[in-house]
């Protein structure tokens, strides 16, 4: 291993043990189990830096985000204030962390019916079920979305993913009226929206029918109440699309017999 690495491996042992030592109650056998190699000295760090994390968002909730200072946090999570600026650079890295923790909670809350009865319940129930989290959990989600760059964060990006599968199965059922990157935008943009606008009101103002109509809004302009495609899968999707064909202005003549021929294709094999 280059001297390099080595100095690197080194410090993350230290700094575990240093960690490990600072709790109460810490396993006695950590310290060695630090020092034997590299791969538990990481195991360790990320142990700690997953605690601090819970600590942070327990904070975050009990009692908003301004108590969420870096030494209010190392008390609770048992550790000296260095091992936070250590861990997460500065309180920005870790409030970015707690976001992501946030996200994460929300993915793995998620229902997954990959072959829904209805499609429309079925988006239903996933927008209810994000505004559901959003009024539960207030001050995590308003600093998951506080930040446009998070959107980078890899479990927001899974959840997305989430709900593309149902925008997919919906354009696959002819029930999609509009294409899926403004469904998807839609769909997203008045979940949040809900959500942030409902925790702004007073308490006294908090009507549910909000909800529901900024839901049933977002349903009516996102599918259709008819199926556009009778027949479900390609071939019926090719067949109605080939019949609206001659209606089209924007492709060229040969564009057209080409497509037609492309249609005919795939609706014949249906």
Same mark, same amino acid.
């Given at each position: 291993m280059p001297p390099r690495s080595r100095a690197r491996d080194g410090a993350a042992a230290v700094e575990s043990e240093s960690e490990s =030592? /600072?709790? &109460?109650?810490?396993?006695? =056998? /950590?310290? &060695?189990d630090s020092r034997s190699g590299s791969g538990s000295a990481v195991v360790g760090?990320?142990?700690t830096r997953q605690r601090v994390i819970e600590a942070a968002a327990d904070l975050l909730a009990r009692e908003g985000r301004d108590a969420v200072t870096t030494r209010a946090v190392a008390v609770a999570a048992g550790l000296q204030p260095?091992?936070?600026y250590r861990l997460f650079g500065d309180k920005d890295g870790l409030l970015e962390a707690v976001a992501e923790h946030g996200?994460?909670?929300f993915l793995a809350a998620k229902r997954v019916d990959p072959d829904p009865q209805d499609l429309i319940e079925d988006l239903r129930a996933g927008w209810d079920l994000a505004v559901e989290f959003g009024l539960a959990?207030?001050?995590l989600y308003t600093l998951m979305y506080s930040e446009p760059t998070r959107v980078a964060s890899p479990a927001f990006k899974a959840g997305m993913e989430v709900?593309?599968?149902?925008i997919r199965r919906l354009a696959a059922g002819g029930r999609l009226r509009v294409d899926e990157e403004l469904a998807a935008t839609l769909i997203h943009a008045t979940a949040r929206g809900a959500v942030l606008t409902w925790l702004s009101l007073p308490e006294d103002r908090r009507n549910p029918a909000l909800?529901?109509?900024?839901?049933?809004s977002m349903v009516a302009?996102?599918?259709?109440?008819?199926?556009?495609?009778?027949?479900?899968?390609p071939a019926g999707a090719a067949r109605a699309l080939r019949a609206t064909l001659p209606e089209q202005t924007t492709l060229s003549g040969a564009e057209q017999h080409l497509l037609r021929e492309w249609l005919d294709r795939l609706a014949s094999d249906g």
């Open positions: =030592g /600072s709790e &109460s109650g810490s396993d006695p =056998g /950590s310290g &060695s760090r990320e142990r260095p091992a936070i996200f994460a909670t959990n207030p001050a709900l593309m599968g149902r909800l529901t109509i900024l839901r049933e302009a996102v599918t259709n109440e008819v199926p556009a495609v009778q027949d479900a899968g």
